[in-house]
């Protein structure tokens, strides 16, 4: 399965800066997710980023706050904009790829813990 | 809209027992049902997928079992060991298309030693 990275692992941010963060995979691969999970919550998709074309987003998160690019097939970048401490997560992106089973499945990047003050 | 549940939300049990999850889902009409874990403060590892025409799926002591008219999964844990306590996430995919995973509360697992 793909080896995914993100940068920074964690980070501490004042209310109103910007943050962004890095997702780095070992192959190339067609479509990347950003997901978010607070604190005590289940993951949310928040867009997903194919090369070549701007993000999807999902409902309730829109491009000004969460902007992303994805500059080719391998990196993908998620800035959070005018944080606030209700941003304070883990940020997770992910790739669809074969997996053991045969059939395509997700793999995910060890996330980002972001807190906002 | 889908909705996705994992009762119980947390379960302690002696090492060496063994354990299963549950995961029910609200919209039967899905593509697959994947199966992961996640340490504290940690990204997600995939353990289990299992598509809609499966009935189960095995890795080493786990087995994961769909049974999609009903909306249920299980995750079978055989003879638990303290490095199995992690959360126990599971996550359902619509249709083949749309990659969108809607994902369950989570259980989560201690396994006491």
């Known amino acids: 399965s793909a080896v995914i990275s993100q940068k920074p692992s964690r980070d501490i941010c004042q209310r109103g800066t910007s943050l962004t963060i890095q997702c780095q995979v070992d192959?190339?691969?067609?479509?990347m997710f950003w997901y978010r999970q607070q604190p005590g919550q289940s993951l949310t998709l928040i867009a997903t980023a194919n090369q070549g074309s701007e993000a999807t987003y999902e409902s309730g998160f829109v491009i000004d706050k969460f902007p992303i690019s994805r500059p080719n097939l391998t990196f993908s970048t998620l800035t959070v904009s005018n944080m606030s401490p209700e941003d304070s997560s883990i940020y997770l992106c992910?790739?669809?790829?074969?997996?053991?089973?045969?059939?395509?499945?997700?793999?995910f990047g060890p996330g980002t813990r972001l807190t906002v003050l | 809209k889908q909705e996705v549940t994992q009762i119980p939300a947390a379960l302690s049990v002696p090492e060496g027992e063994n354990l299963v999850l549950n995961c029910s889902f609200t919209?039967?009409?899905?593509?697959?049902l994947q199966w992961f874990r996640q340490d504290p403060g940690k990204g997600l590892t995939s353990l289990l997928l299992i598509q809609s025409s499966q009935r189960e799926q095995t890795s080493g002591r786990l087995n994961a079992s769909l049974d999609k008219s009903s909306g249920r999964s299980t995750l079978y844990i055989a003879a638990s060991q303290p490095g199995d306590s992690a959360t126990y996430l599971c996550?359902?995919?619509?249709?083949?298309?749309?990659?969108?995973?809607?994902f369950g509360t989570g259980t989560r697992l201690t396994i006491i030693p």
């Open positions: 996550a359902v995919r619509l249709f083949f298309g749309n990659e969108k995973l809607t």
């Open positions: 919209d039967s009409a899905i593509y697959n």
């Open positions: 992910s790739v669809e790829e074969m997996g053991r089973s045969s059939y395509n499945e997700q793999f």
């Open positions: 192959s190339q691969v067609t479509m």
